[in-house]
């Protein structure tokens, strides 16, 4: 089976040689299709870089970032613009939602500005929306949201074009614990049944433990990795293992699921 996405010795700096900070030192790994994998580590560790350069927010100082045989650093105008939006799809950490839109609103932006017939957005909104529980909220302006509410209307946006590839940036990290059990419970059932590949960055072990894998970085290098050893290992059995890892990180765990 082919990855869809190759990170290759991804390095990026920070600063004049003789003083130099090294967010990413040569991180180097692979993402398959249908795989759900998190990137865990302490703060500045170094996570959230590599997830804005696999974004194309930042660029990264050497090394590649390969997406399904293309080097992403290459891309230009419209590839560039067609791999953001449809490629791609970006759950962030405090929503991003536009204020002056309803949560319908939000969620259809990017199929309009990427052309999708009508049809084909009313369908694919009603599928999400179904599964992410927010139909209710669909004529709420964000203000008029609960936090839960607005992450996953932040959800159903960056899973409308059906990308290749979500990544979530520390997605549960404005939610109390009943919210974030219940986003990580969608997004791990589209991962589940629907095979979505999801890269997730997070700080947190009881998120992380409905990954089917995790890379544990410090310093800007990969320190360790997890498998989870499905259909043995239930999810309590591998948030434990996590936590260990987490232990010698010189990390914690938000108990927040």
Do not use: W
């Not at 040569?26 to 580590?41: A, D, K, N």
């Amino acid at each position: 089976m082919e990855n869809i996405l190759e990170i290759e010795s991804l390095r990026k700096y920070y600063g004049k040689p003789q003083n130099q900070t090294k967010a990413l030192d040569g991180i180097s790994f692979q993402v398959m299709p249908g795989e759900f994998l998190g990137i865990m580590g302490s703060s500045g560790s170094g996570k959230s870089t590599l997830l804005n350069c696999i974004a194309t927010v930042i660029r990264p100082t050497s090394g590649n970032i390969i997406m399904q045989g293309t080097r992403v650093q290459k891309l230009r105008g419209g590839r560039l613009a067609e791999y953001r939006g449809k490629k791609i799809g970006y759950l962030f950490q405090n929503f991003e939602l536009l204020d002056n839109l309803t949560a319908r609103e939000n969620i259809l932006l990017p199929l309009s500005l990427h052309d999708v017939p009508e049809a084909e957005s009313r369908e694919r909104l009603g599928q999400l929306a179904e599964y992410l529980e927010i139909t209710d909220v669909f004529d709420k302006f964000p203000a008029q949201m609960s936090g839960g509410q607005k992450q996953r209307v932040a959800a159903a946006r960056s899973l409308i074009l059906k990308p290749e590839i979500i990544l979530a940036d520390e997605p549960t990290g404005a939610l109390d614990s009943r919210n974030a059990r219940t986003l990580m419970e969608k997004l791990s059932g589209l991962n589940r049944e629907e095979n979505a590949t999801i890269l997730m960055v997070t700080h947190d072990s009881n998120a992380a433990s409905y990954c089917k894998r995790i890379l544990f970085i410090q310093d800007g290098v990969i320190f360790h990795e997890l498998r989870r050893n499905l259909p043995e290992e239930s999810r309590q059995e591998f948030y434990g293992r996590i936590l260990n890892v987490m232990a010698q990180l010189g990390g914690g765990s938000a108990n927040v699921l």
